[in-house]
């Protein structure tokens, strides 16, 4: 075999091999801008989503206007666009969420063990959509547990039974 052809087959394998290299480079760099699309897309939603329930801790006489934003055509697309662009863990813990508020409407009664025991329900499910959205842009590592999320909010946070 001439010199020059075995020269002309090196040069060929490590051709192909470096535009596989670049292809599969390409791919990689196609999938990561798709991903921090999505992340930033998701980070928007989830802020729309949060805001009536971020209203209500800012302020809790505010609960009427917090219940009006959730009402509103707004943020019915906003929980669409949630269903449609959040992780199954944020969908899933939004649910659990929602359904808690649809099914104790009125939480206000006088019975001080129940409106404990439906405090601690809501805070724990707050706190499983946060933990949830934080992993979901980016943080799928955290060590953070539910109690956490909400520790810079409330003062006697060891009296919420987080299950």
Request: charged share 30%; proline share 2%; aromatic share 8%.
């Given at each position: 075999m001439e010199p020059w052809v075995i020269i002309e087959i090196i040069i060929a394998i490590f051709g192909s091999s470096s535009i596989a290299g670049?292809?599969?480079?390409?791919?990689i760099q196609k999938l990561r801008s798709i991903e921090e699309k999505l992340r930033e897309e998701r980070r928007k939603v989830y802020a729309e989503v949060l805001l009536p329930?971020?209203?209500i801790f800012a302020n809790p006489?505010?609960?009427?206007r917090a219940m009006e934003r959730v009402s509103s055509l707004e943020f019915r697309q906003a929980s669409f666009d949630l269903?449609?662009?959040?992780?199954?863990?944020?969908v899933k813990a939004y649910g659990n969420l929602m359904q808690y508020i649809y099914k104790h409407p009125n939480d206000n009664n006088n019975n001080k063990e129940d409106k404990s025991s439906s405090t601690s329900e809501i805070m724990s499910l707050w706190a499983t959509l946060l933990l949830e959205i934080r992993k979901s842009l980016g943080n799928k590592s955290t060590n953070l547990k539910e109690e956490d999320m909400l520790r810079h909010l409330i003062k006697d946070i060891e009296r919420i039974d987080f299950k």
């Amino acid at each position: 075999m001439e010199p020059w052809v075995i020269i002309e087959i090196i040069i060929a394998i490590f051709g192909s091999s470096s535009i596989a290299g670049i292809v599969i480079q390409n791919k990689i760099q196609k999938l990561r801008s798709i991903e921090e699309k999505l992340r930033e897309e998701r980070r928007k939603v989830y802020a729309e989503v949060l805001l009536p329930f971020i209203e209500i801790f800012a302020n809790p006489s505010n609960t009427v206007r917090a219940m009006e934003r959730v009402s509103s055509l707004e943020f019915r697309q906003a929980s669409f666009d949630l269903i449609l662009v959040g992780s199954d863990e944020v969908v899933k813990a939004y649910g659990n969420l929602m359904q808690y508020i649809y099914k104790h409407p009125n939480d206000n009664n006088n019975n001080k063990e129940d409106k404990s025991s439906s405090t601690s329900e809501i805070m724990s499910l707050w706190a499983t959509l946060l933990l949830e959205i934080r992993k979901s842009l980016g943080n799928k590592s955290t060590n953070l547990k539910e109690e956490d999320m909400l520790r810079h909010l409330i003062k006697d946070i060891e009296r919420i039974d987080f299950k």
